[in-house]
């Protein structure tokens, strides 16, 4: 059978209007890159874990010995499996044996994860660490054997520049994250989770899922902690400029237009947050009081709101979308802290209320009340 990976382009000229021999004309093949950007985020993961896993084994042996066991096992097949690999590649499908070889190394990988986790015998590790280089050994041969498949001869040294810059690039990336400077590191976080935001969006995909993924293959690096404690202020301040970004796309001038859809919106919120408090009361036996507590620090609508009318108005929904819940969120940001300091004006007017909001059982003095939360 015939596969992608096994099939050579037409003979003819490359398909692209771009200067043959080039990256960029490299890139232009979907097949390639595909697989390029596929495996060079695998070599990121695989660096990264070469990297900090001595760092492990020294932090929980002290042994410099074994140290230097753990990185022969990571990089030992690549000097003696890399021969075997390229006739091996020569006999069967790449394309299978490069899906064969990343499933492998994927597998060993969390096997690797969960040996660490439960810092289980080190014999272990070192087998597992001796297979994903196996498999690494094994794959190489394979992906160099099938870049003439998936792109034209005049784009091969393009190519063959990018799997380079890829290979040697990863490692750098791998001691950048794990550096310990606090600069540089956050340059690289940073730089790593736009640049997949870009290649995201440049496959069609959106922006942050290539950043959420970066994000969760960094979360569980040994650096994860700090890059979480760094990216607490940028992220409150690129939060800060989106809100900031949608206050600037309303126009103040259409607010009077959805004045009664406003307050009708409010209306209802009040009703239903009444409601959600008697009946949250009724179930756990509050008084009067804790139900209006409930239904007045409930009362207001923030961050997630906003986001959907942006959301609204990038995908050309009605236009009125965008004034309606900005006049909204402001009047309930307005209401909601004044209603819930005299919530006991509410609690007068409930089912079991009395003058002065203390009427009700005795559970409702002691119970807790939840803090205002913005939805």
Same mark, same amino acid.
Do not use: C
């Given at each position: 059978?015939?596969?992608?990976?096994?099939?050579?382009?037409?003979?003819?000229?490359?398909?692209?209007?771009?200067?043959?021999?080039?990256?960029?004309?490299?890139?232009?093949?979907?097949?390639?890159?595909?697989?390029? $950007?596929?495996?060079?985020?695998?070599?990121?993961?695989?660096?990264?874990?070469?990297?900090?896993?001595?760092?492990?084994?020294?932090? /929980?042996?002290?042994?410099?010995?074994?140290?230097?066991?753990? $990185?022969?096992?990571?990089?030992?097949?690549?000097?003696?499996?890399? *021969?075997?690999?390229?006739?091996?590649?020569?006999?069967?499908?790449?394309?299978?044996? &490069?899906?064969?070889?990343?499933?492998?190394?994927?597998?060993?990988?969390?096997?690797?994860?969960?040996?660490?986790?439960?810092?289980?015998?080190?014999?272990?590790?070192?087998?597992?660490?001796?297979?994903?280089?196996?498999?690494?050994?094994?794959?190489?041969?394979?992906?160099?054997?099938?870049?003439?498949?998936?792109?034209? #001869?005049?784009?091969?040294?393009?190519?063959?520049?990018?799997?380079?810059? &890829?290979?040697?690039?990863?490692?750098?990336?791998? #001691?950048?994250?794990?550096?310990?400077?606090?600069?540089?590191?956050?340059?690289?976080?940073?730089? !790593? !989770?736009?640049?997949?935001?870009?290649? %995201?969006?440049?496959?069609?995909?959106?922006?942050?899922?290539?950043?959420?993924?970066?994000?969760? &293959?960094?979360?569980?690096?040994?650096?994860?902690?700090?890059? @979480?404690?760094?990216?607490?202020?940028? /992220?409150?301040?690129?939060?800060?400029?989106?809100?900031?970004?949608?206050?600037?796309?309303?126009?103040?001038?259409?607010?009077?237009?959805?004045?009664?859809?406003?307050?009708?919106?409010?209306?209802?919120?009040?009703?239903?947050?009444?409601? %959600?408090? *008697?009946?949250?009361?009724?179930?756990? /036996?509050?008084?009067?009081?804790?139900?209006?507590?409930?239904?007045?620090?409930?009362?207001?609508?923030?961050?997630? !709101? +906003?986001? +959907?009318?942006?959301?609204?108005?990038?995908?050309?929904?009605?236009? #009125?979308? %965008?004034?309606?819940? =900005?006049?909204?969120? @402001?009047? @309930?940001?307005?209401?909601?802290?004044?209603? !819930?300091?005299?919530?006991?004006?509410?609690?007068?007017?409930?089912?079991?209320?009395?003058?002065?909001?203390?009427?009700?059982?005795?559970?409702?003095?002691? =119970?807790?009340?939840?803090?205002?939360?913005?939805?």
């Amino acid at each position: 059978m015939t596969t992608a990976a096994n099939t050579p382009p037409p003979a003819a000229g490359p398909p692209h209007g771009l200067a043959p021999g080039t990256a960029r004309a490299a890139l232009a093949y979907p097949k390639f890159r595909l697989v390029f $950007i596929g495996l060079a985020l695998s070599q990121i993961g695989t660096w990264m874990q070469n990297v900090t896993l001595p760092a492990y084994i020294q932090d /929980r042996t002290g042994s410099p010995a074994l140290v230097g066991v753990t $990185i022969a096992v990571q990089l030992g097949p690549l000097l003696f499996l890399s *021969i075997p690999g390229g006739a091996l590649a020569d006999k069967v499908s790449k394309q299978k044996l &490069m899906l064969w070889m990343q499933s492998i190394s994927a597998l060993l990988t969390l096997g690797t994860a969960y040996f660490v986790a439960s810092d289980a015998s080190l014999v272990w590790i070192f087998i597992v660490q001796a297979g994903i280089g196996s498999a690494n050994a094994l794959n190489a041969p394979a992906f160099q054997a099938s870049m003439p498949l998936l792109v034209h #001869r005049s784009d091969l040294p393009g190519a063959i520049s990018l799997n380079s810059a &890829m290979i040697n690039g990863t490692r750098v990336v791998g #001691r950048l994250i794990n550096t310990p400077d606090d600069e540089i590191l956050t340059i690289s976080f940073l730089g !790593a !989770a736009v640049l997949m935001a870009g290649v %995201s969006e440049w496959f069609g995909v959106a922006d942050a899922i290539g950043a959420f993924m970066v994000g969760l &293959m960094l979360g569980s690096t040994t650096s994860g902690k700090r890059i @979480l404690k760094l990216v607490h202020p940028l /992220r409150d301040a690129f939060g800060a400029i989106f809100f900031f970004v949608f206050g600037l796309s309303i126009n103040p001038g259409d607010l009077p237009g959805v004045v009664w859809p406003v307050l009708i919106a409010v209306a209802l919120t009040l009703s239903m947050n009444v409601i %959600s408090g *008697i009946t949250a009361a009724r179930i756990y /036996r509050f008084g009067a009081q804790p139900a209006a507590n409930i239904a007045t620090t409930l009362l207001a609508r923030g961050e997630f !709101a +906003l986001i +959907l009318a942006t959301m609204a108005a990038a995908a050309g929904l009605d236009a #009125r979308l %965008s004034p309606f819940i =900005a006049g909204y969120v @402001l009047l @309930l940001a307005i209401m909601a802290p004044l209603a !819930a300091k005299q919530s006991n004006w509410l609690a007068r007017i409930l089912p079991g209320g009395t003058s002065g909001g203390d009427g009700g059982d005795a559970g409702a003095s002691g =119970a807790s009340v939840p803090e205002r939360v913005s939805v």
